[in-house]
């Protein structure tokens, strides 16, 4: 099928209209932690990503790409309804769910599983869930068809009677960490052999990709790496020169090898939408460990550049031209674009935040300019349009400024320049924005304790 009649078929607007073969597969790849210069394509000059790299090259590689969120489970969130999870409710005194966490991502909130389930494709999780532990919250009660599952960050559930490195490194394979894993909700080892999980995962997606090719299928591959403590299989432990971090993202690395072999000896690149991105910046806390936000300021947690300007790689080898594209995207752009290529209607009564990203993907048509706003937890911290960049609250780091910090991220993507002074103008602006953004984006319920 030629691309103009591929783009043709993004036209129709109901999933019935399709046949099963044309509707296409959707793939996210998510990385946890990555930082935007822990890969080859963005300039890493240590960790080796020969896999991704040539994602890269035939493909799409975005560069203003933001994680919804700098925090793992606002930003998954995000990702999987096409909102800010400030809606949902997604945010607390602690940030993100852990193992005693009560709730869990609301029932309410109709995930891209859910939706694209309903339609007729097969779903899956393999790898980090953290919406939620407990009933109506995990990931077969928002429209997976099946998970093998990490629950929550693979640093959570000590154990004081597990063994322990006295550096404070990991040590394979428990280290003191009672993480468990999980199929469809039962636990299946406890505690879970962190070096092995890579491999595990990508033979799950491979093994997912194969039995269900013959339907359309949403996968989603939530990896738990690189966040720390880190692990690789013995295949890949000790390589890097990045040391214990770039042998995790080598791995990593590896995966999509192994995922996108799949698909083309199965015939399926052309009907299989990739993505492959992070679920925010690097956590430079951890040190060599943190990963790398390239030029970018900070990095996880923080409203900066490097907390939520991550990688991101769209792949569909004679739909998707390769090439580079500056346009301003976010995650949660993903659920809509994946509802206008199954040719399923958004869900009724639902607000989403996301743009469709087709026109930008498969005629490189340019985006419309829109405003998007850095939360942490409930509150908007900055927001971004064009190449402007506002801080409303001054964020760590900043200090002794005082807001407003206005930044263009075109002469200074590190955020070192503050000219609010000279563009009052342009701070009205963004006072009229978040004025605006309040009174459409309401705080759902706070889920999380």
């Not at 009672?178 to 909700?185: A, F, M, Q, T």
């Not at 093994?207 to 090719?213: G, H, L, N, Q, T």
């Not at 990095?299 to 346009?327: C, F, H, N, S, Y």
């Not at 509802?339 to 490189?364: C, K, N, Q, T, Y």
Request: aromatic share 10%; proline share 10%.
């Amino acid at each position: 099928m030629r691309l103009l009649s591929f783009l043709a078929l993004l036209t129709v607007s109901t999933a019935g209209a399709f046949a099963s073969a044309d509707r296409p597969n959707i793939i996210v790849i998510f990385a946890d932690d990555l930082g935007y210069g822990d890969l080859g394509c963005y300039g890493s000059p240590t960790i080796r990503t020969p896999h991704l790299d040539r994602m890269a090259g035939e493909g799409l590689r975005l560069t203003d790409f933001y994680a919804a969120a700098p925090l793992c489970t606002p930003s998954r969130a995000a990702l999987l309804t096409g909102r800010y999870a400030v809606r949902s409710g997604m945010y607390g005194t602690r940030g993100v769910y852990f193992p005693d966490s009560r709730g869990g991502l609301p029932q309410s909130e109709q995930t891209l599983a859910r939706v694209l389930q309903r339609a007729g494709y097969a779903t899956a999780l393999v790898g980090k869930w953290h919406l939620g532990v407990q009933p109506g919250g995990r990931p077969l009660d928002h429209g997976f068809d099946q998970a093998l599952e990490v629950p929550y960050s693979n640093d959570m559930d000590r154990r004081p009677d597990l063994p322990a490195s006295a550096a404070g490194l990991p040590t394979p394979p428990v280290d003191g960490w009672n993480v468990p894993l999980l199929r469809n909700g039962e636990v299946i080892e406890r505690p879970m052999d962190q070096r092995t999980l890579t491999r595990r995962f990508t033979e799950e997606a491979t093994r997912f990709i194969e039995d269900r090719k013959g339907q359309p299928f949403f996968l989603y591959l939530a990896h738990v790496f690189p966040h720390v403590p880190m692990f690789a299989s013995p295949a890949f432990a000790g390589r890097s020169r990045a040391g214990p971090y770039g042998d995790a993202v080598e791995e990593l690395d590896w995966s999509v090898g192994e995922i996108l072999a799949t698909l083309r000896r199965l015939g399926l690149e052309q009907r299989t939408l990739v993505i492959f991105t992070s679920d925010n910046g690097p956590w430079l806390a951890q040190r060599d460990q943190g990963g790398s936000a390239g030029p970018f300021r900070e990095g996880k947690t923080t409203p900066w550049e490097g907390g939520q300007r991550v990688p991101a790689l769209a792949w569909m080898p004679g739909r998707i031209a390769p090439g580079v594209a500056p346009d301003l995207a976010v995650a949660f752009d993903l659920f809509p674009t994946a509802l206008r290529l199954a040719g399923v209607p958004a869900p009724a009564g639902v607000e989403i935040d996301g743009l469709d990203l087709s026109p930008l993907l498969f005629s490189r048509t340019a985006l419309p300019e829109r405003p998007f706003f850095y939360y942490v937890r409930e509150h908007v911290q900055a927001a971004r349009i064009g190449d402007w960049k506002l801080h409303y609250r001054v964020p760590a780091a900043a200090a002794p400024e005082t807001a407003p910090l206005l930044y263009h991220l075109g002469r200074d993507p590190g955020e070192r320049r503050n000219v609010a002074a000279q563009h009052p103008d342009v701070v009205a602006r963004f006072q009229e924005l978040l004025r605006t953004h309040l009174e459409r984006v309401v705080p759902g319920p706070p889920m999380i304790d």
